[in-house]
């Protein structure tokens, strides 16, 4: 099964792209406290372009220390970062991927406890942003933070990246300025939509200035909040126009910011591809000018397919399932798509993982995150193992082991493997789950 989205090339500007399938910009808590680049970082990425994904896109990357927003992000807002950073193009480029860097300032989502800042506001919102420790930005900070984007856009074209992408959407600064529900200013950056558009204008017009006209610049946005008085659909349509009269590359769509964050990962009962109307609205409004991403529980390679064939979107971001199997893309193009770890949308290793600063991970395959970790090689002395136990601890256990070259005898005092996860597939949207166990058995009876 030779699916397209994993076989056709694309070009966004003067970079061709061997596939459409995205690995999209996710925070792994993975960073040095410092910021920097660690040996985990780069394993993790290194695996999802082995895996066959087109573009590999580093998550949001810090332009100056006043946005930092994560306990372990990553940062590129000073020389001392590019060593790091520079192998880590070289890795994951070295496998036939391209790589982009997210570009991004946490405004009021700033953490002071590692920024070292006062939280920096478009706007004080009463009940909505801090009233200690926080600055109001001036103009003149307005202007040095979009000269910040210019010199990080310069850093990481140095560093070996094949493109940037401007991080405009989840309520990050570039957004609060866009969205009223934050923005109350009133000065020229506020008030009217042509105000609210203003700053994300000038960054991305800084960006380019400072990388040429033929190095890739890409724009992720929310192209609604969700929330009342929210950005519309109608403002991001608006905007993405003004971007690609600007020279922005291709465009991202995503949904939601901090209030709303449920939409940016949504879970299981959520219908797969569900954005692909918003990005639909948004490429048809720029007449399919440029490539348009989108983002949205592209869980499988069907959904990817059904969302590019009927032209919602360009490019499909594949971010849960890329992190349940990095390989997914090489396995649908050599038609070996039974063999995929499934992405359910629990959201149990990938999302809670970052949120608990212990860093992404995935509750189905427990490599995820922890590539190189442990000796996977077979055993000189092999062993005879009984596993007591056919749920998915067990199964995993077997699989294991037998993956070492050990014998195993896998024991189960029901007729059938699959433990709870025979119970817990049978409510909706919990179908997914049922797949798990087939994947298991499959596994297993290879192994022998």
């Not at 999209?24 to 040996?39: L, N, R």
């Not at 800042?117 to 900070?141: F, K, Q, W």
């Not at 291709?250 to 879970?267: C, D, I, K, Q």
């Not at 062993?383 to 082991?401: D, H, S, T, Y």
Request: hydrophobic fraction near 40%; charged fraction near 20%.
């Amino acid at each position: 099964m030779n699916t397209s989205c994993c076989t056709n090339p694309i070009r966004i500007n003067t970079l061709l792209i061997k596939n459409r399938i995205v690995f999209p910009a996710m925070c792994t808590k993975y960073a040095a406290p410092d910021g920097g680049v660690t040996e985990r970082m780069l394993r993790y990425y290194e695996e999802r372009a082995k895996g066959g994904a087109g573009l590999v896109t580093i998550e949001a990357t810090s332009v100056d220390p006043t946005g930092n927003s994560f306990s372990r992000g990553l940062s590129i807002a000073n020389d001392a970062r590019l060593p790091g950073l520079t192998d880590l193009a070289r890795r994951v480029k070295r496998h036939g991927a391209r790589i982009s860097i997210q570009l991004q300032h946490g405004g009021r989502a700033a953490l002071p406890q590692f920024s070292g800042h006062a939280v920096p506001l478009v706007s004080a919102i009463p009940g909505v942003t801090p009233y200690d420790n926080s600055v109001i930005l001036s103009e003149e900070e307005i202007a040095r933070l979009v000269e910040c984007w210019g010199k990080a856009a310069i850093r990481a074209r140095e560093a070996g990246f094949n493109a940037v992408e401007i991080h405009g959407a989840h309520g990050y600064l570039i957004s609060q300025f866009l969205s009223p529900y934050t923005n109350r200013r009133t000065d020229g950056y506020g008030g009217s939509l042509e105000n609210r558009m203003r700053f994300a204008l000038e960054v991305c017009r800084k960006v380019r200035e400072s990388v040429g006209p033929d190095f890739p610049v890409t724009y992720r946005m929310s192209a609604v909040e969700g929330l009342p008085g929210g950005t519309t659909l109608e403002d991001s349509v608006a905007l993405a126009k003004r971007l690609v009269a600007d020279g922005i590359d291709a465009l991202h769509v995503s949904v939601g910011l901090r209030e709303t964050n449920f939409m940016v990962s949504p879970p299981a009962c959520v219908e797969k591809g569900w954005n692909a109307p918003l990005s639909r609205a948004v490429r048809d409004g720029i007449e399919a000018a440029v490539p348009v991403i989108v983002a949205g529980r592209v869980a499988d390679e069907q959904t990817a397919q059904g969302i590019i064939d009927r032209g919602d979107a360009d490019m499909v971001a594949m971010g849960r399932a890329l992190i349940a199997d990095p390989f997914l893309p090489a396995k649908v193009a050599a038609g070996e798509a039974g063999d995929i770890i499934r992405c359910v949308g629990c959201n149990e290793g990938c999302v809670a993982g970052s949120a608990r600063g212990t860093g992404v991970g995935c509750a189905l395959n427990p490599l995820s995150g922890a590539e190189g970790k442990y000796d996977l090689d077979p055993v000189a002395s092999p062993k005879k193992v009984a596993v007591i136990g056919g749920g998915p601890a067990g199964m995993q256990a077997a699989l294991a082991a037998r993956f070492r070259g050990h014998t195993v005898d896998l024991y189960e005092k029901s007729d059938r493997l699959g433990g709870l996860l025979n119970v817990a597939c049978k409510p909706p949207h919990k179908e997914d789950l049922g797949h798990v166990t087939g994947w298991f058995e499959r596994q297993l009876k290879r192994a022998g």
